[in-house]
């Protein structure tokens, strides 16, 4: 993968684009960066074109200026398209990702072909009271991280992954999360029941997995009540079933990608 600056911006990002195909964008969850897809890159270059983006105030996008926040990632993943050509692209998003690739969509939907959105939930139709029920817990996890990055990720590693190979690597990327990052987070809130749920236009596929928190599942379950869309509950996995069942999500992701491929020629 290159690594590119997006210009007049502090976005960093990474391209395969060898295939000469379709592209596939790549957003990660929260306190990591865009290296959680490791196990994605190697199996899906030379397949498709591969572009990652790491959100600001993780990994390598940390150099804001005065005025950039965390609410202007779709303005910039579009600023990236324009950069390279990309007139549209099929999206993965994990977590926090998943906000983002939605966002995406409700600003710029001819540029989507599909979206795959992971520990994720809807955001033109999120309920504020399931959120509550976890913002204790996490406010005291993000309090104590102020005070040391490493307890942090030492803790948020056993809910954001299921398998000791996955936790210890989630909790090696976590570790380079800066505290002065966390003041992002907060521009999160705008763009949650933004726009007015309506019919989508392209291919939706949703999950989890199914060691993820009981609150994640029965969203994912909701979901797909009202959505049309494909729903897949990971085995052996939790938060971010890419890095605990990497084989399973990437023939799942590439199933899904062939089965929507003849509707975007």
Known sequence: MEKLYLDNSPIAYYIDGKANKEWIVFLHAAFVDHRMFEKQFEYFSGKYNLLAIDILGHGDSICARKGDGIEKMSDWIDMIFQKHGITAAHFV??????????????????????????????????????????????????????????????????????????????????????????????????????????????????????????????????????ENCDKVIFKEAGHCVNMDAPQEFNLCIEKFLRKNHCENL
């Open 93 to 226: 998003g994990i977590s926090l990702g998943s906000v983002f690739i939605q966002d995406f969509a409700n600003k710029y939907e001819n540029k989507v072909f599909s979206l795959a959105c992971f520990g994720g939930y809807d955001i033109n139709n999120f309920d504020v009271t399931k959120q509550k029920a976890n913002s204790k817990a996490q406010m005291k996890m993000m309090m104590k991280a102020l005070f040391s990055i490493k307890w942090f990720a030492k803790e948020n590693k056993k809910i954001s992954a299921y398998t000791s190979e996955a936790q210890t690597a989630f909790y090696c990327l976590n570790i380079r999360f800066k505290k002065s990052s966390f003041r992002y987070m907060a521009g999160l809130q705008k763009l949650i029941n933004k726009y007015p749920k309506k019919k989508r236009r392209y291919p939706l596929l949703i999950g989890c997995g199914e060691h993820d928190i009981p609150t994640e599942i029965e969203i994912v379950n909701e979901w797909a009540k009202y």
